[in-house]
């Protein structure tokens, strides 16, 4: 607008500058005539340059009065100043501003970071930052006890640095799963500091972190100590779920747990049985001595039982002195078994303070699906037969089913009886021959026992066999029935009867003793039987329970002379590599497989592969239960060595035995094609 005023008033100007870079005059604003004639010429300084102002009259000084227009001149020059100087001092405020603006900005930002870093390091939880890769790119105070090192010196590492390489792939791995997951994460974990040496159980929640553009550039962790928490939880959980005095599970765990076992006793077939036990006269006990004795006995009575118990087993305290216990996956022998041990261990003499207590205690027996399928049937079912125990004199055990308490009954008779067997003179030993099939020789006798109560009966090997395993009475049984064979061998060779060999047949537990082979030893030693007559018949079963144990106690009886056998071959479970390695020299085939072999063509192809393999391994074998002269004849074709059954002869007492020792003759005709 000045411009324009100018122009009308027949005057024209310029406003230059000289360029800084090329050194050219640079028009800054002109009129719109090319050139100034003699003009008038003023220079300003502008922040960073100088300015120049060059005026003079459109038509030249010669047309107009001179003061006039120098007047005019100068009344222009003045207001451009005037704009000029107001331009620059507006420029200057707002340079001025800028810069305060500024320093204000950093100030405030020191100030939130100085605050923000003062908040993180007075928070308990571990709070850090990585990137992408795993790389620190900050931590508080609580984070740098976790590692022992500064914040400085943990930035740029990565947890590799730090802890041992499988707690980094844990931590590793739990950020790539926040990453991959696009939220936060939770987890728990144990975490030992270095700092201070402290242990505990902690929270973390990991958080991806992302910039405006939706990249990640990072995980944020934040960790929360929660052990007190957790000792709260285990606290409440033990309230809820465990008697407070014996440390036992209660009524509502029992329930939980017997669930359990009862879903996996139906989907697996099985039986299980639940147990009722309650003190005899426990009252007599508060009301004598107080309840603290009580309570003390409850604690030391239950601490016992839980010794007798699997890990699968449930003890349970429902009050007072009622106890439960569940036994999952067991036979009715078993139950048997372990009723008797508890009632065993309940009367052991417990000695509080002054006073030594001998307690007894009644069981009643449920057993699922027997008597129930569910829990409140069972525990009816328990607590009935508990009463009749208690009924029937107390200290003793009963089965709610009739059936199976005439059988338990029978069972704890014999047991009973056995116990005595030996020194009443019930116990004796009859011998099978083992006849050899090339020549119709008497090559051996197994030695078999026989049982005769003078109450019971003949009472069959297959029941009370069992029986004294299971007591642990086999054990001296088995000893005596060694020592008897032994003796009645060395007595037979004394006489002068051919030479034959003796075989006793050992259960798993005589078999998995330790010190089998040193009593073995000391037997035939002690009746100065040669090593060579006396055989030991072992099961498949046993050998394949622990191979490595059976293949040195083998070779620890094979190295004393002592001939062993594998008794019931084909009906268990036998790895090949461990028999060629079994210190052994004859395969007895199991009677089951003799017994259709002129009818079944699947046995008699199993008969012919157990003598091949026998032979293939430089083994005898021995043919068992052989009743008929065709069983006999196929045996004979296919190359068996051996033969004892009905068809040569039953199991003899010794009498009967020296008896037909004297007569061969008899075994060789039954050998030859005429038995007659």
């Known amino acids: 607008m000045k411009g324009a005023h100018l122009e009308h008033e027949g005057l024209s100007y310029e406003v230059w500058r000289v360029h800084p870079d090329n050194k050219t005059k640079q028009i800054i604003a002109s009129t719109s005539h090319s050139s100034l004639i003699d003009p008038v010429i003023y220079t300003f300084e502008v922040p960073n340059n100088t300015w120049t102002i060059s005026m003079a009259p459109t038509k030249g000084w010669n047309n107009s009065p001179v003061l006039m227009v120098r007047e005019l001149m100068a009344f222009v020059f003045a207001l451009m100043l005037v704009s000029m100087v107001k331009l620059f001092i507006d420029l200057k405020m707002a340079k001025v501003a800028l810069e305060s ?17 003062i908040v993180l390091n007075a928070i308990p939880d571990l709070i850090w930052l990585k990137d992408p890769n795993g790389i620190y790119l900050m931590c508080n105070k609580a984070f740098e006890r976790l590692y022992g090192a500064k914040e400085e010196d943990i930035i740029g590492k990565s947890d590799y640095d730090f802890v041992d390489y499988q707690q980094a792939d844990f931590f590793r791995t739990h950020d790539i799963i926040a990453m991959d997951a696009h939220q936060s994460v939770r987890n728990e974990e144990e975490l030992s500091f270095k700092g201070d040496g402290y242990n505990g159980f902690f929270e973390t929640i990991k958080t991806p972190i992302y910039d405006q553009n939706s990249d990640l550039i990072g995980i944020l962790g934040i960790s929360r100590d929660i052990s007190i928490r ?126 030594e207590l001998i307690i007894t205690a009644s069981i009643g027996i449920a057993l ?60 004796s030993l009859h011998y ?48 005596w029935v060694m020592r008897t064979a032994a003796k009645a061998m060395k007595e ?47 099961t498949e079963s046993v050998t394949a329970q622990n191979p490595v144990h059976a293949i040195a106690t083998m070779n620890e009886l094979n190295a004393k002379g002592i001939r062993l056998s594998i008794d019931d071959f084909g009906t268990g479970y036998s790895s090949l590599s461990y028999l060629k390695r079994f210190k052994v020299y004859k395969l007895k085939i199991d009677q089951s497989f003799i017994r259709d072999i002129s009818i079944d063509p699947e046995d008699r192809e199993i008969v012919k592969t157990i003598i091949a393999l026998g032979k293939s391994l430089g083994l005898k074998t021995i043919a068992e239960g052989v009743e008929t002269k065709e069983q006999l004849d196929f045996l004979k074709e296919n190359g068996c060595d051996e033969a004892q059954g009905y068809y040569f002869s039953k199991p003899l007492n010794v009498t009967d035995l020296e008896a037909l020792l004297k007569h061969p003759e008899i075994i060789l005709r039954k050998n030859s094609n005429n038995p007659q």
Not at 101 to 117: F, I
Not at 257 to 280: C, G, P, S, Y
Not at 405 to 424: D, G, K, P, W
Not at 446 to 474: D, K, V
Request: hydrophobic fraction near 40%; proline fraction near 4%; glycine fraction near 4%.
């Open 432 to 479: 099978q021959p083992q006849v050899s099939l090339c020549d119709g020789k008497i090559v051996g006798v197994e030695a078999l026992l026989r049982w005769h109560h003078p109450e019971f009966g003949m009472i069959s090997p297959c029941e009370f066999i069992p029986i004294a395993e299971e007591s642990g009475q086999i054990l001296l049984i088995g000893e």
């Open 492 to 538: 037979w060779l004394d006489i002068g009867f051919p030479a034959m060999s003796v075989a006793v047949n050992l259960s798993a537990v005589q078999f998995h003793h330790a010190h089998l082979s040193k009593l073995v030893s000391s037997i035939i030693d002690e009746v100065n039987l040669p090593a060579c007559y006396f055989e030991i018949e072992l």
């Open 101 to 117: 603006k500024v320093l204000q900005t950093t100030d405030e930002k020191n100030v939130l970071a100085r605050q923000l870093e």
């Open 230 to 355: 957790k000792e709260n939880e285990e606290k409440i959980q033990k309230l809820e779920y465990f008697d407070p005095l014996t440390s036992l599970p209660n009524k509502l765990q029992l329930h939980l747990r017997l669930e359990h076992d009862l879903n996996i006793a139906q989907k697996q077939n099985e039986k299980l049985a639940v147990l009722f036990i309650d003190f005899d006269h426990f009252k007599n006990i508060n009301d004598t001595l107080g309840h603290a004795v009580g309570d003390q006995l409850l604690v030391k009575v239950s601490n016992r039982l839980k010794t007798l118990l699997r890990q699968v087993d449930t003890l349970s305290r429902q009050g007072g002195d009622e106890f439960v216990v569940v036994l999952p996956g067991v036979s009715v022998d078993d139950t048997v078994h372990m009723a008797k041990r508890l009632l065993q261990a309940i009367e052991q003499p417990i000695k509080i303070a002054d006073n």
């Open 368 to 427: 699922y699906p027997d008597d129930g399928t569910d829990i409140d049937t069972l525990f009816k079912c328990a607590d009935a037969a508990m009463y009749l125990a208690k009924q029937n004199g107390r200290n003793s055990y009963r089965f709610f089913t009739s059936e199976i308490q005439s059988r338990s009954a029978r069972i704890l008779s014999l047991e009973n009886a056995l116990r005595y067997a030996q020194v009443r003179g019930e116990l």
